[in-house]
C-alpha cells in the first residue's frame, strides 16, 4: 500500500524556515500557530542599519549585509543584495534537514472547506514520502492518503524515488511574469486544485521561491538562488534559475521534485513596472537557457550535488558565456558559492549522495 496514515511529524527540530525581507515581519502573527515551535533564519535585505521587528516568541537568528559581508568575505560577492535571491544565504548557515522559505507576503490560504492550510505540514508530507518521476500516476499522489497507483503501473517503480523538492502554490496573487501583470492585471488565483503531482524526469519547471520546501542534504547545494538584483542586468530569475540547476540534478541522482498543494495566500502584487525592467532580458535569454537544460547531461563521475553543480558551472560557462558575460560572472558564481557552502558545511561536503541513479536508463 503506497498511501499511510500516520501523523505527519513536526520535524521541528529538524527543519529551518528562511524568510527573506526588507519589512518587518507582521505576517507571523498569522502563522504563528504552525511556525512557532520552529526556528527561523531571516535573511534581511537592503539598508542593514535598518531595524526589522520580528514579533515576540519566535526562535530567529537574522542576517543582515554587513553579517553576510562578515561571514563569507570575498565570498560575498556570490549572494545578492537587494534581491530576494539573498534568501539563499539562509539555506547556507542552516544546520538542519529540511528548509522552508516563503515570502512575507504570503499568508495563510484556506481550503474549499474553509479550513486554515497548515502549508509547512503539507511540505513535510510531500518530503517524507517518495516521488514517481519514472512512470506517471495518473491518480496524482499514490502516497497520499484514498490514493495509490492505479492498474498498469509497474510495481518494480511503486517504491518511488526520494523526494527533494516540495514546490506549493498561491492563490490570490499569482507568480506571473510582468508582461502577463500588465495584460492581466485584477487576475487573480482562485482555483484549488487538491493535487501533488511529480514533475517527471526529463521535465523542467518555473519554480516559484515564495512556498517551497526541499530537503536540504539531499539537494541544498544546487538552491543557489544566482546573481540578482543591485549591479545585475536581470532580476526575478533568482529561483527559475535553481530550479532548472536543481531539476537537472535531481534527474541525475534520481530524486524527485513535486508540485502543487500546499496553497499559501499571496497577498502584494509587486509593481509590474519595476519587475519588467528586471526581467527584460530574461525573458529572450531564457529562449536559449532552456534549450541548453534540457541538453544537459552529467558525467557518471558526478555523485554528489556539489560535483554536480561545479559540472554544470563549467557548461554554463562553456555554452552560455557567448549569450552574454553575466553567464560567466554566474558560473563563477556558481563556484564561490560551492566553496563558502562547503566552508560553512564542512561535515557535509565530504558525503557523497547514496542515492541511486535511478532505474537503469
Ligand atoms: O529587494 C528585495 C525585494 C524583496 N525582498 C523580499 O523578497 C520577498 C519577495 O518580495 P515581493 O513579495 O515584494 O516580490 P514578488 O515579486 O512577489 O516575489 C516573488 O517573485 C520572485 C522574485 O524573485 C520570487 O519567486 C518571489 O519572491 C519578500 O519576502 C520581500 O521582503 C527582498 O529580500 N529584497
Ligand atoms: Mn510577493
Redesign the pocket.
Not at 524568510?19 to 519589512?23: E, F, L, S, V
Not at 537587494?82 to 534568501?87: I, L, N, Q, T
Not at 532580476?235 to 529561483?239: C, L, Q, S, W
Given at each position: 500500500m503506497a498511501s499511510s496514515v500516520s501523523p505527519t511529524p513536526l520535524l521541528k527540530d529538524e527543519l529551518d524556515i528562511v524568510?527573506?525581507?526588507?519589512?518587518n515581519l507582521d505576517f507571523l502573527e498569522m502563522w504563528r500557530p504552525f511556525f512557532q515551535p520552529y526556528h527561523l533564519i531571516i535573511?534581511q535585505?537592503?539598508d542593514p542599519s535598518k531595524k526589522i521587528n520580528v514579533p515576540e516568541g519566535f526562535d530567529y537568528e537574522l542576517y543582515n549585509r554587513n553579517d553576510i559581508n562578515r561571514i563569507l568575505g570575498p565570498k560575498a560577492s556570490c549572494i545578492s543584495f537587494?534581491?530576494?535571491?539573498?534568501?539563499c544565504f539562509g539555506y547556507m548557515v542552516s544546520k538542519k534537514k529540511y528548509i522552508y522559505t516563503i515570502?512575507?507576503?504570503c499568508f495563510v490560504a484556506k481550503d474549499p472547506s474553509g479550513k486554515e492550510i497548515n502549508a509547512l505540514q503539507q511540505h513535510i508530507k510531500n518530503l517524507l514520502s517518495p516521488s514517481t518521476p519514472y512512470f506517471f500516476n495518473t491518480l496524482y499522489d499514490p502516497y497520499a492518503e484514498g490514493a495509490d497507483f492505479v492498474r498498469g503501473y509497474p510495481f518494480s517503480l511503486r517504491e518511488g524515488a526520494p523526494t527533494a523538492v516540495s514546490h506549493g502554490l498561491w492563490l490570490n496573487?499569482p507568480?506571473y511574469d510582468a508582461p502577463t501583470q500588465l495584460v492581466k492585471p485584477r487576475e487573480r488565483n482562485t482555483r484549488y486544485v487538491d493535487a501533488v503531482l511529480t514533475i517527471p524526469k526529463g521535465t523542467l519547471f518555473p519554480m516559484?521561491?515564495?512556498n517551497l520546501a526541499f530537503d536540504r542534504e539531499l539537494i541544498g547545494p544546487a538552491m543557489y538562488f544566482g546573481l540578482?538584483?543591485d549591479g545585475q542586468p536581470i532580476?526575478?530569475?533568482?529561483?527559475m534559475w535553481a530550479g532548472w540547476c536543481t531539476k537537472v540534478i535531481c534527474d541525475h541522482l534520481g530524486l524527485g521534485v513535486k508540485t502543487g498543494l500546499p496553497y499559501i495566500w499571496?497577498s502584494?502584487?509587486?509593481n509590474p513596472f519595476v519587475?519588467l525592467k528586471k526581467e527584460y532580458k530574461g525573458i529572450f535569454w531564457q529562449e536559449e537557457l532552456i534549450p541548453f537544460f534540457q541538453s544537459v547531461s552529467l558525467p557518471k563521475d558526478c555523485t554528489s550535488v556539489q560535483k554536480c553543480y561545479i559540472e554544470l558551472s563549467k557548461q554554463v560557462k562553456e555554452k552560455l558565456g557567448k549569450v552574454d558575460d553575466y553567464f560567466n560572472k554566474l558560473a563563477d558564481a556558481m563556484v564561490t558559492w560551492i566553496e563558502a557552502w562547503d566552508e560553512l558545511n564542512p561535515s557535509a561536503a565530504k558525503s557523497e549522495a547514496a542515492l541511486p541513479n535511478g532505474p537503469a536508463k
Open positions: 524568510i527573506p525581507t526588507i519589512r535573511v535585505d537592503g537587494k534581491d530576494s535571491a539573498c534568501r515570502d512575507d507576503d496573487i507568480d516559484c521561491g515564495m540578482m538584483g532580476g526575478r530569475y533568482d529561483d499571496h502584494k502584487a509587486s519587475n
